[in-house]
């Protein structure tokens, strides 16, 4: 496909993973292993939270968007992934491209924000159970969800419409095996600057802001269970906060990492080895840190096949 220096490029074509051949059909199966993964366990969990009752709850309400978003956030870049290392054609529409990063903004902010909610709302079952009722009322649980929900949408379509202002140049290959926004930034002609301001002020005070509403959460969960609890409760919470620390760490520290650190320090293997963190294993992890090892959701599980086999 013959082009001028800037014109309207009609399609990308996409890197993807920057790896020896012989090892291409090893991380197919791999990932292909993982994505299974992460559709079975936050279907699993999406599922579990309507059928029962006893998990109506704002925690579990949050948790089942919180997987809604895991598997489309996981969905819009992987299924993409696996068709290219498959096939010879590696191409995506300018269309599709565009489309292919705002559903990927639009659920990598969900997830960011639910996350947020997550952790207040733990911080109010914790820190002030007597109050609990009343300050996670109903129609607060669906105020957060649904703004949530907003601010996502409008953040996800400013940074497409500012880029679709945007011309390109002949280089049409994207070094990524999805389109990310600073991506394709390198490949315009046009004056980016607005671009990056965007992503570096709106991006970043979104992601440290509440990371750090996080952190500050789980830091009020432990001192006030260091202050009135027993060594093994002590223990328990630790490790529930320990294991949610730690996912939520890898999410924010592989997203702060890429998208606010000047790229020039950051080589294209290991830019896709954070990517490939926050799209693919974070997705996969958050169901059973969050949900499937939970008591609640196991008896659940129970009381779901109990009733199948009642039935049959």
Known sequence: MV?????AITQFLLLGLPMPPEHQQLFYALLLAMYLTTVLGNLITIILIHLDSHLHTP????????????????????????????SQDTSITYVGCL?????????????IFLLVVLAYDRYVAICLPLQYSSIMSPNLCVCLVVLSWVFTVLYSLLHTLLLTRLSFCEDNLIRHFFCDITALLKL???????????????????????????????IQIVSSILRISSTRVIHKVFSTCGSHLSVVSLFYGTIIGLYFCPSSNISTAKETGMALMYTVVTPMLNPFIYTLRNRDMKDALIRVLFKKKISL
């Open 99 to 111: 489309t292919q990063m705002y559903f990927f903004l639009l659920f990598g902010s969900l997830e």
């Open 59 to 86: 925690m579990y309400l949050f948790l089942s968007n919180l997987s809604f978003s895991d598997l489309c956030f996981s969905s819009v870049t992987m299924p993409k992934l696996l068709q290219n290392m498959q």
């Open 3 to 7: 082009m001028n220096n800037q014109t």
């Open 188 to 218: 315009a002609c046009s004056d980016i600057y607005i671009n990056e301001l965007t992503v570096f002020i709106l991006g970043g005070l979104v992601s440290v802001t509440s990371f750090l509403l996080i952190i500050v959460s789980y």
